[in-house]
């Protein structure tokens, strides 16, 4: 995604919070559904371009620093 890759996850809570709209998903174990999608992203230059432009901004949310300056809130509010 950060390299501006079209993205396709399983629709799992994680991945639904982190990559929101920014990323196709399917349901993790549905093999025809993943398939599908590949083919549809193969095919569809609008929907792939539209997540390709996407996922560099979104991935940019998202850093190391940020990660452990909250993780460093947390152990404060705790201490």
């Known amino acids: 995604m950060a390299c501006g890759a079209p993205v396709i996850a399983g629709r799992i809570p994680s991945l639904q919070e982190t990559l ?10 549905d093999v025809d559904a993943l ?11 609008n ?3 539209m997540l390709v432009a996407a996922g560099p901004t979104h991935a940019g949310k998202f850093s190391w620093e940020k990660t452990a300056r909250l ?3 947390v152990y404060h509010q705790l201490a």
């Open 71 to 73: 993780t460093l809130d």
């Open 35 to 45: 398939a599908k999608s590949i083919i549809e992203m193969l095919e569809d230059k």
């Open 47 to 49: 929907q792939r371009e």
């Open 20 to 29: 929101g709209s920014a990323a196709r998903l399917v349901e993790p174990l």
